[in-house]
Structure formats: C-alpha cells, structure tokens
C-alpha cells in the first residue's frame, strides 16, 4: 500500500506562489466584475490591472532571494525575482497605453485584461523556476492567452499574425517537449539542478554527446523561436505588424525576457558542463541574427515593420551576452532590456499615437517612413521625443539603450571574445542607418499628406506613459549605476 | 522483447511524421493535426521513459502535454474559426498579406 | 641707436599702414606725399646708421621680442646692422624713396592711387625685415612677405582680362602675379628646408649662433644646408629654370618693376649667398655651381634681351643677367664685390626702368619699342636719363657698371676659370648691344609712333627731379669703390686679386671696354641711323630658327606649360573625378550599397506565407541536428 | 569657481533648453548673448589657467557609474585650452555671421547644443565621456546640414553621421579593451584617462589598440582614404555648419591623438610613424591637387582643410616638441582660418546663391573689403609669415625634418600646391573683369559681416606675429607629455625616437 503523504504546509512555502496567484485572482476578478455589470468603462479595467499588478510587483519585492517552495518546484533566485520584476514593470507601463482617445474595441472586452493577467502568471510561471514542465506549463500559459490577444486587434492582419504566430508556437512547443524528452531520458529528471548533476557524470560516456547535443539542440529551436533568432524569427515582423503597436513593443520585450531566463538557466546548464558546442552555436546564430535582421531593417518601407526587425538584432545582441554565460553577460542581458524596454515602448508607443481607427496610410502598410516626413514641423515634441527614442536605439551616448550596449560589450571584451564586440560595433553602425532614417524623414523633410493625420491617438496617459519613456532614456546616465549594481548583485547571488 | 529503445525509435518516427505534416500540409487544420501528432508523439517518449526509470515525472509531464495540447487546439480552433469567417479560407498559401 | 634701427625699421610700415587706412576711399595725392615722406625717414636713418657703423666699424644688434618658442626652439624678433645690412638698407630706402615720389606722378591717374602706397611701402617694409633681420627665420618672413607684396604689386591692376598673347606667355597681371608667387614658393621650400637643416644640426636660427658652429658641421650637411639655402635664392633672384616669372612680372606697373624686379627684392637671393658666406665658402663647389649658374644665366639673359621688342622685357632681361653676374661673383668668392655690384645695378636699373615708365607714360602704356622712335626730341629728360643708365649698364667707364662689373669679370679670370671669363665678357658686350639697341630704337632713328597716332609728352618736372639722385649714383658710385672695399670687408671677407691678375687689370679692362664698344656699336649701325639706312624689320631674320628660339625664351615658358602646367591640371582632374570620386568614394558607398542589396535579397525569405516561414524553422532545426550529430561524432 | 569646466559645458545645453521659449525674432540676439556669455567664460578660464603648470588644471571628479568604472571627469590642460578658447570664439562669430533666416531658433539650438558637446569632448578625461560627447556632437551637426544644406543634404548628413558612428564605434571597442586590461592589472574598473596613461601596454597590445583608436580618430580628422566624407558635407552644409565642422568638428580628431593615442600608446606611434606619415602625405599633396580640380569654391576649401589636416597629423607623429607644439598650434590656426573662409564664401552665396568659381571674376573691384579679408585669409592659409598659419605649419615641418627629411619636402609641397589653389581661387573671383552683369550690383560686406571677420584677422596676425601667449602654455604640456611618452615608451626605437627638449628636465624635476 502506499503511504498516505504528509505535507505541511510550511514546507510548501506558499507564498512563493503568490506573485503568480495574485495575477491569476487579479483576472478571475476582472471576470466576475464584467459578469455583476457588463457595462464598464475600460479605464476601470486599465486601473484595476495596474493595482493588481502593483500588488504583484509588492509580492516579488517581498520574496526571499534562493528559497524554493511548492515541492521544490518553484525556485525563487536573484534573476528570478529581477525578471518578474521587470515583466510585472514593463506590463504595468504597457497597460496605460489602452487608454487612447479613439476607441479600440479589444480595450473594451474584459477578457482581454483577464488574459494580459493569465499572461504575466505564465512569465512568472517560466522564470520562477526550473522544473521543465513548469516552465512548459508557464509558456504555453503565457503563449496562448498572447496569440489570443493579438487576434483581439480584429483586424485581418491581426488574424494572420496570430495564426502564423500560434502555428509556429505549437511546432516550437513540440520541439520544447521532445527536448525536455531526451533530457528526461538522458538523466532521469526534469528539475535542472538535478539534470546538471546527472548530466555532469555522463559526460564522458562513449555516445551519449549525440543525445547531449540533440537535446540541446531541440530546446534551442524552441527558444530560438521565442527569442526571434535567424532561422527561426521570421514569424516576429509580420506578428508585430499584425499586432496593436503597444502590443508589438511589449512582445519585443516582457515575452523576451522571460524566455532570456529559461535560455540562461538551460543553455547556461550546458555551458557549464562544458558543452562548448553549445556556445559556439548560439554565438554563430546571435551574430547571424544581429547581421541579417539588421541588413533587413535597412530595406524595410514600414517603420513598425523596421523596429520588429530592429527588436529582432537586439536579441542577437544579447543572445551574444548569454553565450559568453559570465556574470557580467548575464547581467547586461537585463541591464539590457531594462534599459531597452522604455525607449522601445517608448518608441512604440509614437507609433500608436499616429493609428488612425479605420483608414491606413496606405494599402500595404499603417506606418510607412512618409508617414512621418516633417513631423517636425506638426509636432515638433512629438518628433523631437521620436528622435531621442531613435537614436536611444542607434545607441548613441548618453541615451539608455548605449549603456546597455556598452556593457554588452564590456562583457563580451572581457570574456575575450574581442571579435564578438568589433562584430557589434560594426552592427551597430549600420542599424544607425534604419533609425536615421526615420530621423532624416521627420526632421529634414516636408511632409507628405495632410497635416493631421499624425496624432489622432494621442490622450493625456498616453503622453504621460510617452513623457515616463523620454525621461527613463535620457536620463538613464543617473540610474544605470543603482540597476547596474542590484542586478549585478541578484545574478550573482543565484550563482550565475 | 521490446526495450526502451524501441518505444523511443516509434516516438521519434511519429515526431518526424508530425514534422513532414507541418511542413507538407497547405490547409490549417490539417496543420495543427501534425501538431497534435507531434506531441503524441512526445507523449510516448515520456511514457516509456518513465516505465524505464520506474519514476513518475514523466507520465506527470505526458499528462501536462495532453492538457496543454487540448487548450492549445481550444484556442487554435477558436483563431481559426474567426480567420475562416474573414478570409473564407483555411488555405497557408492565401494567408501572405505581409511580407517583405 | 636702437630708436634709428626701429625708425628705418618701421617708417615704411607706418607708411603702408597710413595708406591702407584710405585704401578704399578715392584717390589723394597727399598719400603719396606723406609715404613718400616717411619713406624718406627712414632712408635718413638708415643713412645715418650707415655713418655710424662706417665710423664706428660696429654692428648695432638689437632684439625685439620672442616670435616662437618651442621645443628648444627660440626666435626671436632680432635685427643687426652691421656692413651688409646697412648698405641693403640705404640702397633698399634710396630706391624705393625715390620710387615713391615718382609713383606720386605715375600712378596720378589711377584710382586705386592709395593702395599702390600701402603696397609699396609695404613691400619696402618687407625688404627691410629681410635685410636687418638677424636670423635665418626673420630673414623668411622678409623673403615671404617681400614675395606676397610683389604678388600684390605684379597683380595691381587686377582687372585686366586674361588676353593670350603670341610673343609673350603671359596673359594677364594677375596670371603674372600667381606665377611669380607659385615659383618664387618652390624656392622658398629649399630655403625653408636650409633653415630646417641648420637648426637640427646647429640648435639655432641666429646667424652668429649659426656661423659659430659651422666648422664642427660635416661636409654633407653644409653641402645640402647651402644648397636649399641657394634653392631659395635661385627662385627670388629668378635664376634658371625658375626664371621665366620675372620677366613675366613687368605686367606690374613701372615704379613696381624698378623697385621690386630690378633694384630690391631680385637681389635677396644675392644678399643671401653674401649674407651666409661662411656656410658658402665652406663649400667649394657648391659656390663654383652658383658662380657657372650665373655664368650661364648672365648670357642666356642677354641672348634673350637681343631680340625682345617690349621696352620693360628688355631691362627685365637685363636685369636676370646682371643678377647672373652678381652670383658669378659671390660664387668666386668675391662677396663683396658682388654685393658692390648689386648696388650699383640698383642704382642704374631702377633708373633705365624709371625712364622706360616715362616713355610708357607718354607712349599710354605702349610698350613696343618697334612703335618708337626718335623720342629723344620729346622726352630730353628721359633720354638723357636712359642713356646714362644704359652706359652704366653696358660696363663703360666712368660710369657705376664699369667698375663693378670690371671686378666681377676679373675676378671670374683671377680664379682661372677662363671659360666664366669668357662668357662674362661675350655677355658683357651683348649687354652693351641691347641696352643701346632699346635707346636708339626708342629715342633715335625714324619716327615711327606719330604714325601709329601717338602724341608722347615729357614728364612731370618733379618726376625728373625725384629720378636726379639715381643718375647721380649711377656715375658716381663706381669711384667710391676702393672706400667701400675697406668699410665692408671689416665683414665679408677680403678679395684680393693675384700678382698676375693685377698686372694684367688694365688689359682685362679694356677687353670689356672693348666688347662693350663694340656692341653699341653694331646696335648704332643697325638701329640709330635715318633715312635709307634706317632700321627695317627683316622677315627673314625674324623666320630664322635662332631668332624664333630667343623669342620664345628657349621655349622654356613652353616646356612648362605643357610638362608642367597642363599635366598638374589634367592629374588634378583624374584625382578628382576618376581616382576620389570613382574609387575612394565609391568604394564608401559600395560597401553601405553592399549592405543594402544584400538586405533586399535577404528580405525575400520573409515571403510571408506560413508554409515558408515552418520550413525555415523545421530546416533550422535538422540543421542544427546534422551539425550537432556530425561535431558529436567528430569530437 | 573651481567647476568652471563644467559650467562651460552644461551652460550652452542650459541655454539651448531654455531657448525654446525664447521668441523666434529674438532668437538670434539670444544666441549671440549665450555664445559671447560662454566665450567670456572661455576666455576667464585662460586667465586664471596656470601658465606654469603642464598639467591637468580645474579638475573635476564625480563618479557616475562606479562598477563601470565611468565618472565624470573633467580637466584642461594646456593642449585642450585653446581649443576650447577657439570652440567658443568660433561658435560666436560663426553665429555673429549667420545670414541664415529660415528657422532661425532651431538654429540657434541646435548650435547651443553642438556648442556644448564640442566643449565637453574637449575637456573629458573620462573616456566613457568623451566618447558621449563626441557622438553626442553628430546629431546637431547631422540637423545642421541636413536641415538647412542643399540639394544633396540628406545623403551628405547621413554620411556624415554613418562615417564617423561606425569608426567610433570601433573606438569604443578599443576603450573597452583598455578598460578591461586595466581591470586586470588593478582589479579596479576605469574609464579616466588619466588612470590609462598609467597602464604600460605590451606593444602588440599597444598596436591593435592603436589601430582601433586610429579608426575612429582617423575618420574625423578626415586622414585619407577616410576623406570622401568631407567635401559632400562642406558641400551641402549651410555656411554655420562648414565654420564649425572645419574649425571644430575636425580637431576633435586630431585631439584624439593627443589625448589618447600618443601617451598611451608611445611605442605603437612610433611605429606608426611611417605609414601615417605616408598617408598625410597623401593628404597633402593629393587632396590638394584635387583642390585645384575644383569647380565650386566652397569645395577648394573643404578640400584644402584636408590637406592642411594632413600637415597637422604629420607633426602629431613628429615626436618631438617643435612639431608637436606646432600641430597643435596649427589646429587653432586652421581653425580660424578655415572657418573664415568658409564664412567669406557663405557671405558670397547669400548675395549670388551659387558658389560655382566659373560665375564670378572681378570681384575685388565691388567688394573690396571682402576681397581684403579674403586675401588675409588666403596667405594665412597658405601660410604666410607673421599670419598664423605660418608658426604652426612652420614648427610641424621642422619638427617632422627630425623624423624623416625626404617626407618633410614632400609635405613641404604644400605651401607651393596650397598657394596653387588658393591663388587660382582669388584669381577667378576677385580678379579679371567684372563681365558677370548679376556680380555688377554686388553689395560689400556690411557691418554685422565685417564685424564678425574682423577680430579673426585680428587674431590671424596677433598669433602669428606674437604666439607667445597660446604657444608658450602648448608647449609646457606637450614638453610634459613627451617626457612622459620617453619615460613609458618600453622599445628602444620609440625610446630613440621620441625626443624631449632640453628645457624640459627642468619640468621633469618640478613634478
């Protein structure tokens, strides 16, 4: 007979499931108040989300640093907390932008703020642990309420991103669980501390690097295509041109970052066994990816369309970051994208002020370059804002963005890999082009239609979370110093 | 005597014919069926895997792919469904207004 | 004393500054009066610093201030009066006073009057920072500026239109300005490179400093350090082959080519070789090439001047090879007496080019002598002037350019280079041959220019007047020749001539005397005669080959213009357009173009269909697995 | 006011902010005000700058980002001083001259905002700093040409941005390593330069690292083949634009090489005397043939500035104080200079609106004033005695005759080539007949135009008959700095090479 289990509830350590209850009970309540008056404002909903995920962002803060609960599956370490931290900050300045002075009806369905909550549990789920099946559990959580809500955009544009974006989700996951397979048959386990161990005593068996090597390449494929790296981000553009602009800023960010932490926590597994191979392979795709989304970038007509692309080279700039697996790499990947985060929301975000609710610019795109020509002259904060955000991401100093890149580089210079940091300089210069670009055509040039079709968008929270962005990217000389010093300290503590 | 190997030789050919169905069919549906297939196929993998190291994690992790591939199809069929009503086709090859 | 240094000094400054101040305000003739004045102070002082190192026997050294300072290295604004200096100093302010007040006549019409003055002084002030300065630095930036004023001057009437001429390279005076100033720059890289030599291998620019340290120097230093130095002077004495812009220069109004291109600025180079004569007679064959350049520019000037028509050519000619004589005798040694000659010829050149203003003056800028003729009746004054001047030139005694010249050419045998002698001697009859072909032409023989509808008139009085003092010096400068010897070689070196060359002075003397002779006397038979005998062009001698090659300077101006000039301008071009904009440009833009294409035809895998974009990915991954199963079985 | 340097740089940006409010008539009153108010500023720092002491003087030193080793770090010794005095100088007059009209309070700041970062990059000592100034200074400048240039302004802005970004960012790449090496050695992370200096670098170190610097450094001077940049910029940038990037904008390069790759790098600039000697031979003697090609005038000049930058980069490398002192001095000059005449040519496309050579001749006769200080500008240019141009050109090919006698006649042709492009220019508009009908009407410089020229010409012949003053406290700093190059340099070739002046023991043992 089996012995009945007794588990206290201490044990269980409950409350490092809280983040991820509160975001859950957040959306479940968002429901029930659509169910008692289904005729509320989406403010209401806009503000609700914010304070439940204030309440979130106080939960993490009160977390211990490396503690485990819940059976030991959740694992509670620095970077965990740092990226749920930066997922619940990077939502909660995302969520404001619903609030636009035309209506967009997805904005005033409940479910979908039920199901940007559903979402952020299923980051939460991914970074707050090493448990393969939880971290499968938390992407396919997060994966499918995101498909859903880029298909609430109710454009046909929007039908085909989601649909393109959830078929290759689902080939991506497959190719996760038959990683995980081969991981769990190589070692007997699925918790990563103890597959590291396993794995650590087999390395030298005649063989098994083939099943080492294809599992790793198996869950490479699968956060390959979460990470947008060459060959396997090509569904990012066209998504993020089907999706709301907001919404395509935050994917190039919050999704990314979770997916960053599993890659740090499996990927660093390898290199540490000293699976070189591994490391040589992520290297060879940051810098194909970088290069050839950036040579893209160059040619594209639609700005929205250029900054996928562009999102698209900054992950393969900080996938260079993973691979060098030092502290230093790991911390610029979220120095990185703390820094990156608001000048590309930001960035976004001008993007949506000038959405128009029914009429495109044109047939093939909603934001081409023209769209934009003399923006100085009709807007001229709006331009000069767009400017800041632009060169922020061209990196040049003293704008956010540069002090990511420049301890990207640090980092890449002192693990030795000094060609890796001339390769992202030379990157960088030509991603200055496309960004430019956008520059030369709102301020050199007149513009090109009707004056106002530029801001019919724009509303006071808008411009407030669009005033948060400007002041984050260029005053981020004062602040880099404190993040740079907590993150430095939460990775190392977790011993990456 | 069929071993460990063999399950594992079955999964990894219902993988691959899970993979050439993605990559062959042009209509949607037929498309998440493959997907289906591939994570069946995952499925027995975990499965016989578990049998051999007499540890349940992986019949845990079999039974959490067959929940996920269900709310996976709930969701795809849903997108599908609004997809159909607006393009009257469920066809890849008609699905490229963006490009480039 | 110092105040009569800084009055010599700064007089023609102050003067250059006065009229730049009204440089742009309508012509007044007191401007002149007032530079002309102050010109004169300063030529009162120089004299009476003159005296005063002629009593004294001392040089008067002053500094200023520093220039720069840097490294270890120290110039300072220093300037010496000592032999030398002061007799460039006297002869410099002598002539350009008088310049001076006869530009007041000349130029009277002009209305750019002011600004001849301040250029003219200016120049003058240049002339003097070059001859007082006390090292090799102040000395340039004399030479450069001297270079820039005659730019200025040559350049004066600005406004003339580029007109292609036959005869004559030169097109306009402006042309004329650019080409003096570029070759007159060739030259002054050697100099600057002199000046770079000295000061790595001495520590110093100060002549004293310099000269002090010249025995401790190798012989291959002094040899390059004297020749760049003698470089420099090739170019501002107009010495072959960076002659051809002197002659050029007479584009400049008159009173300019007699100060500048006749008296003064030419002769800097000769001043220099005399100014550095121990770092020359350190190196012997250096100063045996100068003295064979000279030689050879001597009478390649004068074979030249033989056929010229253009009255301000010929004394330009004359000019180039009076200069040859003077470096034939600096590089014999005989500093000196090259030194003596050079006042001298300052004295009867700017004269012969004063009253060949007179004649332009009355003929309204007509310069070719051809058109002339028996214009001694008109222009008494002038023609006696001329005339003197031409006999001084021609080497006849009493006059100047006897007794200087007799020295150069005997000095020329007293080195036993018999073949310079000779040359010095043909070129010295050649000499007296075209300076009295130019006066009978102009001012005997038929009347030729009643015809062609001029009217020419005498000058003004005080013109004449203000000329008075260089024929004076012109007759009687030759006499003082023994005085001078003893006040100057206190500071040059003694010359003395041979037992054998004494004995033989007189007979030397009459060779010259001789040529000379004969020269004006063929130029009498030929030019001065009227009625039947009277000159006539001949078409034939005209058509002949040897006559076609002086006329066109030994196609020297040619030979630049076609290997020099127009190969610099069409390399000029390639650069531009084939070499910076075809290849170094393109290449730039290759590269971003590169980048670009190479973006468009990446972009295609974003076909946008679904069916595509799951092949990349399912590719991608077997790739990654062959990879990673072909490395697993490799390593 | 021991933080003098840092209200330097930050009271141009400050005004620059505020200058949106101000009214836009009034706008170009205000930016004289601002530009003469930070001139004043410059020129108290002169005065109160210690003329004795060669080293870093009004130090600044406040950490920013500690565990990136970056802080903000500020100093002026007597190299960067007058530079700064000339950024200033030039910002003011150039804005004096300013005839634009269309959009003036951008203009205005924009260049307040150019004027800040251009001071900055001249008084960091952090690296991190620096290179924020420097890339901070592209983006006015790209406005500048891009918004007020001709027909081509686009390409010649982006190209402008695009060339300079991606050699500076190999720069960076090369600052990052040094930091990382110094880390090594320390175990602390800095960016100060004067922390560098400290490092004594393995010479294969010292020549990849020189090489990175030279990249970034070399395309901003413009040293060819790095040039092609130039002439489309000169040619499409309104008049402000030309004066600040040749007198400015250019030596922020060759300042580069002062601050950074000669004491940090001794040995590495030894060796890479020849092969930059070569290339500002190049410079020379090319771009100055390609000068005289010209057809637009504006184009001679910017061409010209390429080649007088190839003199400086020759007495850079000269290694001893002559040429050194002089190069450095030879920036000021060049500054000047250029700037003016790139201000002479804007005043004359303002009156014509074309810059094309073959549509003037004759000017000097309508514009006499003009041509007058134009032909100062030409012989300072083409380094005339007692101008500016001659001290520093002077000292540059005297110090260089040390180092290599054959390459110093060789760059020494520039005074010839130069007097041949620049006398060709004078020729063809000022001189001839005045037979253009339109050139007939022209109005002579008025008074702001005069005005603005006149204490150039002033400082034009003050400096080159008296350059005691700025070269005396140049030299004191470029003695030190070669004392200290001889004492680090680790081969005996640079230990050869590198040639301190006598006079300067004594500093040596002052310190």
């Not at chain 1, 990816?289 to 950036?294: E, S």
């Not at chain 3, 004299?47 to 490294?71: C, K, P, Q, S």
């Not at chain 4, 990249?215 to 901003?220: C, D, P």
Request: net charge neutral; glycine share 6%; aromatic share 14%.
């Amino acid at each position: 007979m089996l012995e009945p289990i007794h588990v206290s509830l201490e044990s269980l350590n409950l409350i490092t499931l809280a983040p991820m209850l509160i975001a859950i009970a957040g959306g479940l309540i968002i429901l029930i108040l659509d169910l008692i008056n289904g005729k509320l404002h989406k403010s209401l909903y806009v503000m609700m989300t914010i304070l439940i995920l204030f309440i979130d962002f106080g939960a993490v803060l009160g977390l211990n640093v490396n503690e485990r609960g819940f059976f030991d599956v959740m694992l509670i370490d620095g970077i965990s907390i740092i990226s749920q931290l930066m997922i619940i900050g990077g939502s909660m300045i995302f969520i404001p932008l619903a609030l636009t002075s035309k209506r967009f009806h997805e904005y005033s369905y409940p479910e979908f703020f039920a199901l940007f909550l559903f979402m952020i549990a299923g980051f939460q789920f991914m970074v707050a642990t090493d448990n393969l099946i939880l971290i499968f559990v938390g992407i396919e959580t997060a994966s499918l309420a995101l498909y859903t809500l880029i298909a609430l955009h109710n454009r046909s544009n929007s039908y085909e991103a989601a649909v393109k974006y959830f078929t290759m989700g689902a080939l991506a996951a497959a190719f996760f669980a038959m990683g995980s397979a081969v991981v769990y048959a190589l070692t007997g386990s699925i918790e990563l501390y103890k597959v590291a161990e396993v794995m650590a005593t087999r390395l030298n068996e005649t063989g098994l690097m083939i099943a080492i090597f294809g599992s790793s390449v198996l869950l490479l494929v699968a956060f390959s295509f979460k990470l947008s790296l060459f060959p396997f981000h090509t569904w990012a553009p066209d998504v993020y041109e089907g999706a709301s602009a907001p919404l395509a800023g935050y994917m190039s960010v919050i999704p990314k970052i979770a997916a960053f932490v599993v890659s740090i926590r499996l990927f660093g597994m390898y290199i540490d066994l000293g699976v070189e191979w591994v490391r040589i392979v992520i290297l060879v795709m940051a810098v194909l990816t970088m290069t050839l989304a950036n040579i893209m970038a160059l040619v594209q007509n639609d700005v929205k369309r250029m900054l996928a692309y562009s999102s698209i080279s900054h992950a393969g700039f900080i996938m260079a970051a993973l691979a060098l697996d030092t502290t230093e790499g790991n911390t610029a990947i979220f120095l990185y994208y703390a820094l990156f985060m608001f000048t590309n929301l930001g960035a976004f975000a001008m993007l949506w002020i000038s959405r128009h609710k029914k009429r495109r610019f044109d047939k093939r795109y909603d934001h081409p370059y023209e769209k934009f020509a003399g923006l100085v002259q009709i807007m001229p904060m709006g331009a000069v804002v767009m400017g800041i955000f632009m060169l922020s991401l061209a990196g040049v100093p003293p704008f956010s963005v540069f002090w990511g890149k420049i301890y990207v580089m640090q980092a890449a210079v002192n693990a030795g890999y000094i060609w890796l940091a001339i390769v992202m300089a030379l990157n960088s210069a030509i991603a200055a082009y496309y960004y430019l670009k956008l520059v030369v055509y709102m301020f050199l040039k007149d513009p090109v239609k009707d004056v106002d079709i530029v801001y019919y968008n724009i509303s006071k929270p808008l411009m407030v979370i669009i005033g948060f962005a400007t002041v984050a990217t260029v005053a981020a000389i004062f602040y880099v110093q404190p993040l740079v010093s907590y993150l430095y300290y939460m990775i190392s503590a977790s011993g990456y | 005597m069929i071993g460990l190997s063999h399950y594992l030789i079955v999964s990894a050919i219902i993988f691959s014919i899970g993979l050439v169905g993605v990559l062959r069919r042009r209509n949607l549906l037929m498309l998440f069926f493959a997907t289906e297939v591939m994570l069946n196929a995952v499925n027995i993998a975990f499965a016989a895997i578990s049998h051999y190291y007499n540890d349940l994690t992986g019949q845990m992790f079999a039974f959490f792919i067959i929940a996920i591939a269900a709310s996976e199809v709930a969701v795809g069929l849903g997108i599908l469904i609004v997809l159909f009503k607006k393009h009257g086709s469920l066809d890849l090859d008609d699905l490229a207004s963006m490009r480039g | 004393m110092e105040n009569l240094v800084y009055i010599a000094l700064f007089a023609p400054f102050v003067s250059s500054l006065f009229a730049a101040l009204f440089g742009m305000t309508e012509r007044k003739i007191w401007i002149g009066v007032v530079a002309s004045m102050l010109l004169a102070t300063s030529l009162v002082a120089s004299i009476t610093l003159a005296y005063t190192v002629y009593t004294t026997g001392n040089a008067i050294h002053v500094t200023m201030m520093d220039w720069i300072n840097a490294g270890d290295l120290n110039i300072p604004f220093g300037f010496v009066v000592d032999q030398v200096s002061v007799t460039m100093m006297t002869v410099v302010t002598l002539v350009s006073t008088v310049v001076h007040i006869y530009a007041i006549g000349y130029m009277d019409h002009d209305k750019s009057f002011n600004r001849f003055f301040s250029y003219l002084s200016a120049f003058v002030f240049s002339m003097m920072i070059l001859v007082m300065s006390d090292n090799f630095a102040g000395l340039f930036i004399g030479w450069e500026g001297v270079g820039v004023c005659s730019w200025l001057l040559i350049g004066f009437w600005y406004h003339k239109p580029d007109v292609s001429k036959e005869e004559n390279p030169s097109v306009s005076p402006s042309w004329a300005a650019n080409e003096a100033f570029i070759m007159n720059r060739i030259a002054d890289l050697g100099m600057l490179v002199g000046i770079f030599v000295i000061y790595w291998n001495t520590g110093s620019l100060q002549y004293d400093e310099v000269f002090a340290q010249l025995p401790y120097l190798s012989e291959s230093v002094l040899t390059i350090a004297a020749i760049t130095l003698f470089i420099g002077a090739m170019g501002k004495s107009a010495q072959f082959p960076l002659h051809t812009w002197l002659t050029d220069a007479m584009e400049g109004p008159t009173p300019v080519s007699a100060l500048i291109h006749a008296a003064t600025m030419v002769t800097a180079g000769v001043f220099l070789v005399i100014r550095a004569n121990p770092l020359f007679a350190a190196v012997p064959d250096v100063s045996f090439f100068i003295a064979s350049l000279g030689t050879f520019v001597a009478f390649y000037a004068a074979s030249m001047a033989l056929v010229e028509r253009d009255l301000k050519r010929i004394i330009a000619y004359s000019t180039l090879s009076q200069l040859g004589y003077m470096f034939a005798a600096a590089g014999l040694g005989a500093y000196w007496i090259a030194l003596f000659h050079l006042a001298a010829h300052a004295f009867f050149k700017a004269l012969l080019f004063l009253g060949a203003g007179n004649v332009m003056h009355a003929m309204h800028d007509e310069l070719d002598i051809f058109k002339m003729g028996d214009l001694r009746k008109k222009m008494k004054g002038t023609w006696i002037y001329m005339t003197l001047a031409s006999v001084a030139l021609a080497g006849l005694p009493p006059l100047a350019g006897f007794w200087s010249k007799d020295a150069i050419i005997e000095t020329a045998f007293n080195e036993h280079t018999y073949f310079l002698w000779i040359m010095l001697v043909i070129t010295a009859g050649m000499t007296a041959f075209y300076s009295f072909r130019q006066i009978f032409l102009t001012f005997h023989g038929e009347d030729r220019h009643t015809a062609l509808g001029f009217h020419p008139h005498e000058m003004y009085t005080f013109v004449l007047v203000a000329m008075s003092p260089l024929a004076v010096l012109a007759t009687i400068t030759g006499w003082f020749m023994k005085e001078y010897e003893a006040f100057i070689t206190k500071l040059l070196p003694q010359y003395e001539m041979s037992e054998h060359t004494h004995h033989l002075a007189s007979y030397l003397g009459l060779i010259v005397i001789f040529f000379a002779l004969s020269g004006i006397a063929i130029a009498y038979l030929k030019y001065a005669r009227t009625g039947d005998k009277a000159w006539k062009r001949d078409e034939k001698i005209e058509s002949s080959f040897l006559y076609k090659l002086l006329k066109n300077q030994y196609f020297v101006p040619k030979f630049y213009e076609e290997f020099i000039t127009k190969p610099y301008m069409m390399a000029s071009e390639v650069f531009w357009t084939k070499v910076d904009l075809k290849i170094v440009d393109a290449t730039v833009d290759n590269i971003a173009k590169f980048f670009y294409t190479s973006g468009d035809k990446t972009r295609s895998m974003q076909t946008g269909n679904l069916s595509n974009y799951l092949n990349w990915m399912a590719v991608g991954g077997v790739m990654l697995l062959v990879i990673a199963a072909i490395s697993a079985m490799i390593g | 006011m021991d933080n003098i340097l840092s209200i330097l740089v930050f009271f141009p940006a400050v005004a620059g902010l505020l200058g949106f409010v101000v009214d836009k008539e009034s706008a170009r009153a205000y930016g004289i005000t601002v530009a003469a108010i930070e001139f004043l500023l410059s020129l108290w720092l002169w005065f109160s700058f210690d003329m004795g002491n060669a080293g870093m003087q009004f130090v600044e030193l406040i950490p920013l980002i500690p565990d990136m080793g970056i802080s903000y770090y500020l100093g002026v010794d007597g190299i960067s001083l007058f530079i700064l005095i000339m950024t200033t100088l030039m910002t003011l007059i150039g804005m004096a001259s300013m005839g634009e009209t269309k959009n003036i309070k951008n203009m205005i700041v924009t260049l307040l905002f150019l004027e800040m970062t251009m001071v900055g990059v001249f008084v960091a000592l952090d690296a991190i700093i620096f290179y924020l100034f420097w890339e901070l200074s592209l983006v006015p400048m790209l406005y500048i040409i891009g918004a007020w240039g001709g027909p081509l302004r686009i390409y010649a802005s982006i190209k402008f941005f695009l060339y300079t970004f991606t050699g500076s960012l190999i720069m960076l790449v090369g600052m990052l390593f040094v930091a990382y090496i110094y880390h090594n050695l320390t175990g602390v992370w800095s960016f100060a330069i004067t922390d560098w200096y400290a490092l004594v670098l393995p010479v294969d170190y010292q020549l990849w690292l020189f090489a990175a610097f030279f990249v970034g450094f070399a395309i901003k001077v413009p040293m060819f083949p790095f040039h092609t940049w130039i002439p489309y910029a000169h040619g499409q940038a309104p008049t402000i634009g030309s004066v600040i990037l040749a007198a400015v904008l250019l030596k922020m390069g060759t300042y580069g090489f002062v601050r950074f790759s000669l004491p940090m790098f001794p040995d590495a600039s030894v060796m890479a005397i020849t092969p930059i000697a070569v290339l500002a031979i190049i410079m020379v003697i090319y771009t100055a043939m390609i000068a005289y090609a010209q057809k637009d005038m504006k184009q001679v000049i910017a061409y010209s500035s390429v080649s007088h930058m190839g003199i400086i980069m020759l007495g850079l490398f000269a290694m001893n104080a002559e040429g050194l002192s002089g190069s450095v001095f030879q920036m000021l000059s060049h500054g000047i200079v250029s700037g003016a005449l790139f201000m002479l040519v804007g005043m004359i496309y303002e009156r014509r609106h074309t810059k094309l050579l073959s549509e003037f001749g004759g000017l000097a006769a309508v514009m006499p004033k003009f041509a007058v200080i134009f032909g100062v500008m030409l012989m300072a240019s083409v380094g005339l005695p007692l101008t500016i141009g001659f001290v520093g050109e002077f000292l540059v090919l005297l110090g260089f005759y040390h180092v290599s006698p054959v390459i110093t006649v060789l760059a020494g042709t520039s005074i010839i080539l130069g007097a041949i492009y620049m006398l060709r220019v004078m020729k063809l508009v000022f001189f001839g007949p005045l037979d253009n009908e339109e050139n007939k009407k022209l109005k002579d410089l008025n008074a702001r135009e005069t005005w603005s020229l006149i204490p150039l010409v002033a400082i034009v012949i003050w400096l080159g008959v008296y350059p005691k003053p700025v070269l005396q406290p140049i030299d004191n700093s470029v003695k030190s700095l070669l004392v200290f190059m001889e004492g680090k340099a680790r081969t005996d070739e640079a230990k050869d090479m590198i040639k301190t002046a006598k006079t300067s023991t004594s500093i040596q043992e002052a310190k």
